[in-house]
């Protein structure tokens, strides 16, 4: 049997005034996944427990057949494991956004959607002044502070430490993309540790202002990046690899390192597409090939997309409609006409949270899936969409569980 998931990040969302009180997904021409829904099972479930906060990484676990609430330590060691940074039993990941703020206030959490090529010597100049010591910043810490690029804004700090850290599970940081527009005083890290982290916001504000990159960004009419933004912070997470729970051999393709991460720390092939960009503007179709190429190698093939939730965060339903309409076609199709080339199947699309334009945040709550293929009886129902999935019987309060019905 081969397996394949989609993951368009974030499509569930509400009834839209400007889609004509359509939901995102009904607005959506999708032939491909109203077949799916056709011909299997629309149901709904609940990637993130209420005691969690709804993002990918929670979301992604549960959807990978892993329940969070027993194997989650933070976001940031799951995008250290996709960039191949090795954490040690004491070491401590923290995300470190590169944003823009204005006003004293979180105006965007990209930074403008910065560039990698932009964000890496940014991230050099942290590393020259910031990195280092953390005495520089508290004294008496003995750990040492490092500053990794990633993609985009999307970056990473790691304290490493051979006695404690300063961090503990009462540390308290905010994500910034839940804060759009909100004063960042608001939302500074609070907690063991805080004063490390607020320290290096404030210092990092000196180190980008005056870099060449920012300054050449704003020629170009570009937002800088004003400071860092630290938050997602935790320790490496234990996870047994999916094959030794499963059975199964997986790979993930997705741009996004927090997606991979997780991906890899189950132990799936992470496969890197030319042109996968994490933004509306990435390479659907490259996408689809890679998956398509994908199934001769491995038992399942998880394609994630985070174009919609991008759309949802700049509270364009348009561009929404646009980026689920490009899955369909260009990621969808392709996978469910190669399916059955190797025989019995089954195919799920499920967002791992919902992310709603109206708030242009994450939101808790239950996200639709579809799931077709080989002994999936249909229920006749019509579409792929969170009314028909509000109308199902078939609901998964604990998401992880969900993976045993597409492996059946
Ligand atoms: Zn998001």
New binding site residues.
Partial sequence: MKYAIVIP??CADEPQDSLGGKTPLQAARLPNMDRLAQMGVVGRSNNVPASLTP??DVATLSLFGYDPLLVYTGRAPLETAAMGIKLGPNDWAIRCNLVHIADERMRDFTAGHITSEDGRPLMEAMQAVCGGPASRFVPGLSGTLEFYAGVSYRNILVYRSDGTAPFSSQTRTQAP?DVPDQPIADHLPKGPGADLLCAIMERSREVLAAHPTNLRRQAEGKKPATQVWLWGQGRAPSLRPFAEVYHKRGAIISAVDLVRGVGVLLGWQRIDVPGATGYLDTDYAAKGRYGVAALADYDLVCVHI?AP??A??EGRADEKVLALERIDTHIVGPLLEALPRYGDWRMLVSPD?R?TLRTR??AHGQVPFVLAGTGIASRGQPSYDEVVAAQSDLSFDRGHELMRLLLG
């Fill in positions: 990040d974030g993002a990918s993309h985070e939730d991008e949802s965060h949270h992310t945040a994450h």
